[in-house]
């Protein structure tokens, strides 16, 4: 039977991600979920890591050598599919995407994989390779996102901070509740994720000053009226401009356009 602690982290995390449960719930986007069941996840694997009866936790220091040997080992029992969520490029990029060449075996062969990136690392060459590669690889692009390795639903590594300074801590989890909860996390903000190509189109669209102005009052709830005299245009003019980015953005919704430019790195969340 799973912990008790591990089972509120797993209903935590399903209410995180559909935004159930706060005053707000109209601002409870995948930016929210994704902090919120961050803080859940690092917390879960801090209590599993001082659980030392349980075995279903392993934890080892950011060693490169250790990383990469560990990584390769979870793709290698994957047989139903890889979900890999980067929130940066470099050397960790490296170690994950390497990992998937060896997916290229017949053993392997087809397996689907999901890699979600910020927009920052799209250009870096792991991201790049990965996206270009013979691997059956999904590319999606989010905001913000925890580093996270998931294979086959059942097992995942996780980088967190440790407790105590020291650098980082990478984490093989293998509890169902855990495991589950991470899952669940991954498919929120892959739900809210654009494909590279949508993405491109949008920031060409979206990053001029003037969308950037609008954006602001539309993800801070301004009036049309307010709003308009703000950006020094016609109230007709900026309704034009509103409802173009919503379009641009697939928004129902004036505030959901907001939240989907902070999504998508349009916005910081200060900006909100």
């Known amino acids: 039977m799973a912990p008790v602690s591990a089972r509120a982290g797993e209903q935590a995390a399903i209410s995180a991600a559909s935004g159930a449960g706060g005053p707000e719930p109209g601002r409870d986007g995948v930016v929210q979920a994704l902090l919120q069941a961050r803080k859940l996840i690092e917390s879960t694997v801090n209590l599993h890591r001082r659980t030392v009866a349980r075995h279903a936790v392993v934890t080892m220091k950011g ?16 047989r139903h599919g890889i979900s ?20 290229n075996g017949p053993d392997h062969e087809r397996i689907p994989v999901r890699l979600l990136c910020t927009p920052g690392s799209l250009t870096d060459p792991a991201i790049r390779a990965a996206m270009e590669s013979d691997v059956n690889t999904q590319v999606k692009v989010v905001d ?22 020291g650098g980082d801590v990478v984490s093989v989890i293998e509890d169902t509740a855990s495991v589950r909860a991470l899952d669940l996390l991954f498919a929120g903000a892959w739900s809210g994720a654009v494909r590279p190509a949508e993405h491109r ?44 980015i919503m379009r641009a953005l697939g928004a129902n919704s004036r505030f959901q356009a907001g939240v989907r430019a902070v999504e998508l790195g349009l916005l910081s969340t200060a900006d909100c």
Not at 63 to 78: F, M
Not at 95 to 101: F, G, I, Y
Not at 144 to 160: C, F, H, N, T
Not at 234 to 241: A, I
């Open 63 to 78: 060693n490169d050598a250790a990383v990469a040997n560990a990584v390769e080992a979870l793709v290698d029992r994957a």
């Open 84 to 103: 890999i969520a980067l929130p940066a490029g470099g050397d960790r990029a490296e170690v994950m995407v390497s990992a998937l060449r060896r997916l």
């Open 144 to 165: 913000a996102v925890m580093e996270m390795l998931i294979v086959d639903g059942g097992v995942a590594m996780v980088r967190s901070s440790a407790e105590r300074g």
């Open 201 to 244: 189109w949008i920031s060409e669209r979206l990053r001029t000053e003037s969308a950037r102005r609008i954006l602001e009052r539309l993800c801070k709830g301004y009036t049309d009226d307010v709003a308009a005299r703000e950006v020094e245009v016609s109230l007709r003019t900026y309704r034009r401009h509103v409802a173009e």
